[in-house]
């Protein structure tokens, strides 16, 4: 039996937006071609620089952007071909926290309202049960129960994220999305919230998908990672084939933003130019116009995946024949 929660195979997900100097619709590649398993249990980390896709990925996920082709799995179903019924079982399983807690939560309703809003809208409980929900889950993230009649501007950002946490939880989740949870927040509250994610891992099992352009985010919490790059998966593997023996061109850049890694032999690479127009994709290998090493295949050809450790993928001729 698979031990993925959610395989996606072969999206392709593009939109219309407006080009900011002619004015004139454009088609956005944003998600190209990508296939990968998330495993039960697990963080997986999607990592990339601003623009590469991961955002739409997420709202592919969670049911917000349709694919023009390709599947998302979730027990073996394609959740864009699932019947009402099954995409209300599917919304329950799969919660999201976003990157602002402060715009994810409405200002006009007390916090017990918004906690309580997916109770009302999903279950029959009573009040009573609703109210013990409530009181759980608030104490699991560490929020004063007595507190919850005021409003979201009456909080911290780093409560206002436990808030929209505890809402995420109601429902009882197995899997969620979570889309750069900590950017928004102070230095000094960061680490209390990714310790808290990696806390409610344990204790619930949750499965999250972790969407992030933080390395050291990824580091401290990660078990995988997937390095994206305009709209396609440019690297695979377990946080230690990543973080100890990065492969792609591009991860390695990435990496070198990372202070004080302890391994010091490994290559780092600058990073130079900007990452190219998702509506206007590059020939060849993506990454070929900021590539330190491109070679002339590179301009012209796609690299596919090659699997060069178990577990760890790589898209990059260098590895074609190792
Ligand atoms: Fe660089 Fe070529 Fe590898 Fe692309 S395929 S990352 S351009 S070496």
Do not use: W
Request: glycine fraction near 6%; proline fraction near 5%; hydrophobic fraction near 40%.
């Amino acid at each position: 039996m698979s031990d993925n929660i959610l395989e996606i195979k072969n999206i392709f997900v593009e939109y219309f937006a407006e080009n900011p100097i002619t004015g004139q619709k454009q088609i956005v590649h944003a998600v190209n071609g990508l296939s990968l398993d998330i495993k039960d249990g697990e963080i997986l980390a999607v990592a990339g620089e601003s623009g590469c896709g991961k955002s739409t990925l997420a709202k592919a996920i969670t049911h917000l952007e349709k694919p023009l082709s390709g599947e998302i799995l979730y027990g073996n179903k394609d959740i864009f071909k699932m019947k009402k019924q099954e995409l209300k079982a599917y919304r329950k399983d799969v919660q999201m926290i976003f990157q602002n807690p402060y715009s994810s939560l409405n200002p006009k309703m007390k916090i017990i309202d918004i906690l309580k809003e997916p109770l009302k809208i999903n279950t029959e409980y009573s009040d009573i049960e609703i109210y013990n929900i409530i009181k759980e889950k608030a104490e699991k993230v560490g929020l004063n129960i007595n507190l919850l009649n005021s409003y979201p501007h009456e909080f911290s950002g780093g409560q206002r994220q436990r808030i929209a946490i505890a809402r995420a939880l109601m429902l009882n989740p197995k899997f969620i999305v979570a889309d750069e949870p900590v950017s928004a927040l102070d230095v000094s509250i960061q680490a209390q919230i990714l310790n808290l994610i990696k806390e409610l891992k344990r204790e619930y099992k949750l499965t999250f998908l972790l969407i992030t352009h933080d390395m050291g985010v990824i580091k401290y919490l990660a078990d995988r990672v997937a390095v994206m790059y305009l709209g396609e998966i440019a690297e695979l593997g377990s946080a230690t084939q990543i973080f100890v023996n990065p492969k792609h061109p591009y991860t390695k850049a990435l990496l070198s933003s990372v202070p004080k890694l302890e391994d010091t032999k490994t290559e780092r690479i600058s990073l130079k130019g900007e990452l190219p127009s998702p509506s206007n994709l590059p020939n060849g290998c993506k990454f070929h116009t900021r590539c330190p090493h491109c070679m002339e295949v590179c301009r012209t050809c796609s690299p596919t995946d090659f699997e060069i450790h178990p577990g760890h993928m790589v898209k990059c001729f260098l590895y074609m024949n190792k």
